[in-house]
């Protein structure tokens, strides 16, 4: 018989319930995170009012949720741990107009097929609880025991039997980061819930009940931006959109701070995501991002959660309307940032009163914001300029056709036929944009984009610094506390020995804060605390990668130099043009775009038909 035909004898079969099991919890169990996901939801539709999760090892070797819900009978519990065994739903029809977080007895059992999970739980009305051990997804052993009312479930040696999953998951800081992610989430979306989160025996954050949405995010995300944070919202018929947004005064260096909830649920959705990012269009320096927790309460049959496994994506029956929901309320609220909140044009506000909002505070994983942009003390002096937030419309010098070339310095010849200018010795029209400084070339017009000039000798003074021995530290003249945003506080305590290379004087300080008590030299002191905050931002889920420095250095000098949308004094662009002569490599910033665009004489007269 060929190799073709004995195959196609033994194609198809059924599968072993234990194996069919194991695919299934696959779908929802992808990492300890979505397991602890999945039973603080349960949790939280038993009606918990206090949810408390432990874990160690990053949740591979135990997840523990405790809470005083409703509880279970016996025969219910034991239910809850065999496959499509659900509380949620009666019909095909419920799948439709969904409004519970998820399916319990689902989730459960698949935890349950890979996993040694135990099970403790109790109704308020029963004299005693229901205590179940399974192994593998079998129910091991059931027994009676004596419990305050709500449920434990505690979830041991994940994946235990599946290596291939075990061996693909990532550090324990990395797993638990992700758990500490997805329970802030869920907390952010159920203030009237208390939440405490436990790892290898410490504790990583508590919240306690809240008595407003916007409470909890004062808990949840830190003080440093309460000053800043705006109240919006709209309602119009089967839609509200409501939620807090920071000023346009902060920016950061990724979008991590933005939280986007649908229906009392978390959800990563690019639309809403791009709705927030476009009404701060024109209000934040390009490549910087805002922070703001959006939530969108669509009518049930509107929105449809079952189109991912781990219900963290959604699709919209009329996606374009919501886009234009969230993107006019917030950019309402953003062309008035002061007091209460106007009413949104496409929908009357609401007569709930908002205004107790508008000091509600954001992530302390942001950091601290640097001062307001100043010109520098010694104006000739080599240019220092710390990581701006550049909020207010920068007030743009003017064009200069007619500069005062008397307040330049003196202009040395122009060196002929050279292919990459002495930027320093051309004459300065002016600044273009509040982003480019236009220069009069031998034969034509030079643009510098200031960002990348600035990006580019910044990362060469630092990378002389390490060649030599270390970058140079500067102390603060008093420390600085850094709270942490709890999902990344794991990575940063192990990032402190690759953080004191790149030249912060930083240690930790507590499960989620820092204390930094000096900052590159290259930047100066002033700015240190935004720039650690940005450098730990934008660290990747598995923190710094070893071996790649000239990386590491090409963020900070990015996070660290001025961008486009800054206005310059004409002390601080003669300072750039003269460091940027003294560079190497300078006709490129790090990351490889150009400095300057050359436009030829003969390009301009052509144009003009000269």
Not at 17 to 28: D, F, H, L, P, R
Not at 545 to 553: F, V
């Amino acid at each position: 018989m060929s190799r073709v035909a004995a195959m196609a004898e033994h194609i198809v079969h059924i599968l072993p319930e234990q194996v069919a099991s194991q695919i299934a919890a696959g779908e929802v169990v992808e990492r300890p995170a979505s397991a602890a996901k999945e039973l603080v939801e349960n949790a939280i539709d038993a009606g918990a009012s206090s949810i408390a999760v432990e874990i160690e090892r990053g949740g591979s070797g135990l997840i523990a949720v405790s809470d005083d819900g409703c509880g279970m009978t016996r025969e219910d519990a034991i239910l809850s741990l065999r496959r499509h065994a659900t509380s949620k739903i009666r019909s095909a029809a419920d799948l439709t107009a969904i409004r519970t977080l998820g399916f319990r007895g689902e989730a459960l059992a698949s935890i349950a097929s890979v996993s040694h999970l135990k099970m403790r739980t109790r109704r308020l009305k029963d004299s005693h609880g229901t205590e179940i051990s399974a192994d593998g997804g079998n129910i091991e052993q059931t027994q009676a025991c004596a419990m305050a009312p709500g449920t434990r479930v505690e979830v041991r040696d994940l994946f235990f039997n599946t290596p291939v999953r075990l061996k693909f998951l990532k550090t324990s800081a990395t797993e638990q980061g992700a758990i500490a992610e997805a329970l802030q989430r869920l907390a952010l979306a159920n203030h009237e819930v208390a939440f405490k989160m436990t790892a290898d025996g410490r504790t990583i954050f508590e919240f306690p009940r809240a008595k407003s949405a916007l409470e909890r995010v004062r808990q949840a995300l830190g003080p440093k931006l309460a000053a800043t944070m705006l109240p919006f919202e709209s309602d119009r018929p089967g839609l509200r959109v409501w939620g807090l947004a920071a000023g346009s005064q902060e920016s950061f260096a990724t979008a991590r701070g933005i939280y986007t909830f649908v229906g009392g649920r978390a959800v990563r959705d690019r639309m809403l995501t791009r709705a927030i990012e476009q009404a701060y269009q024109t209000l934040i320096p390009r490549g910087r991002h805002p922070a703001a927790v959006l939530f969108v309460e669509p009518r049930a049959e509107d929105v449809d959660v079952n189109v991912h496994p781990m219900k963290t994506e959604v699709r919209f029956r009329n996606g374009g309307a919501i886009f234009e929901a969230v993107y006019h309320a917030l950019r309402a609220r953003l062309a008035d940032q002061t007091g209460t909140a106007p009413a949104v044009a496409i929908a009357p506000a609401r007569s709930q009163d908002l205004t107790e909002h508008s000091s509600v505070s954001a992530s302390a994983a942001f950091a601290d914001s640097p001062a307001m942009d100043r010109p520098p003390e010694r104006p000739l002096g080599p240019l220092r300029l710390v990581p701006d937030a550049p909020s207010r419309v920068p007030a743009q010098a003017p064009l200069g056709l007619a500069y005062d070339r008397g307040s330049q310095p003196d202009v040395a010849p122009r060196p002929s036929g050279s292919a990459i200018p002495m930027y320093s010795q051309l004459p300065v029209i002016g600044q273009l944009f509040a982003g480019y400084i236009a220069l009069e070339g031998e034969d034509g017009l030079i643009l510098v984009d200031q960002h990348a000039a600035h990006e580019r000798v910044t990362f060469e003074k630092l990378r002389g610094e390490l060649a030599r021995g270390g970058i140079r530290v500067q102390a603060m003249l008093a420390p600085v506390t850094i709270e942490l945003n709890p999902s990344r506080a794991s990575h940063a305590r192990e990032a402190i020995p690759e953080l004191r290379t790149m030249g912060f004087d930083v240690e930790s300080f507590g499960p989620a804060t820092m204390v930094l008590k000096g900052a590159p030299a290259v930047f100066g002191p002033e700015g240190g605390a935004k720039l650690l905050g940005d450098m730990i931002d934008s660290m990747g889920d598995g923190g710094f990668r070893a071996g790649a420095m000239d990386d590491w250095l090409k963020q900070l000098a990015c996070h660290g130099s001025i961008r486009v949308g800054r206005a310059l004094e004409p002390a601080e662009i003669h300072a750039l043009l003269a460091d940027l002569d003294r560079t190497e490599f300078k006709t490129n910033c790090p990351h490889g775009r150009p400095v300057h665009i050359n436009f030829a004489r003969g390009q301009i007269e052509r144009m003009f038909r000269r």
